[in-house]
């Protein structure tokens, strides 16, 4: 199914959400504070009120911890890795943008770079003698 998320600027968009996601969202919903200081955020602390960008980042920091992970995982670096792995699997780069919310397509291909399978991969599919 698809989801609206809202981000920087209350600026909207669709995102795609899996069957797996779906559960764990529903299960989240089932255990989450029933009584909202913010009610039409999804993910809210234990008081209520929105979840902050340093809390995932504090949240992120123990589970990474604790599954014994390099430290230098973060939300920027999940966030560049979800979009490589799109690039890499054929995303073209106007969808990578939309799922990442830039509004330039500039910004995306800063963000994400071109591995050396995906450049083979083109070559091999586009060239004449390859």
């Known amino acids: 199914g698809t989801g609206v998320v809202r981000g920087k600027g209350t600026k909207a968009r669709l995102c795609p959400i899996g069957e797996t996601a779906l559960k764990g969202l529903r299960a ?3 255990k989450r504070p029933k009584r909202l200081r913010v009610p039409y955020a999804l993910f809210v602390s234990q008081k209520g009120t929105r979840v902050t960008v340093r ?3 504090r949240l992120l920091v123990r ?3 604790s599954a014994a992970l390099p430290a ?3 939300p ?3 966030r560049h890795s979800f979009a490589t792995h799109l690039l890499d699997r054929g995303a073209d780069l106007r969808s990578v943008q ?3 919310g830039h509004a330039s397509l ?3 291909q800063i ?3 071109v591995t050396p399978q995906r450049l083979k991969k083109v070559y091999d599919q586009a060239h004449p003698r390859a």
């Open 106 to 108: 500039s910004t995306t």
């Open 55 to 57: 809390q995932v980042d």
């Open 76 to 78: 920027h670096s999940l």
């Open 98 to 100: 939309e799922l990442l």
């Open 111 to 113: 963000y994400t770079h």
């Open 63 to 65: 589970y990474v911890k």
């Open 28 to 30: 989240y919903l089932a």
């Open 72 to 74: 230098s995982i973060s």
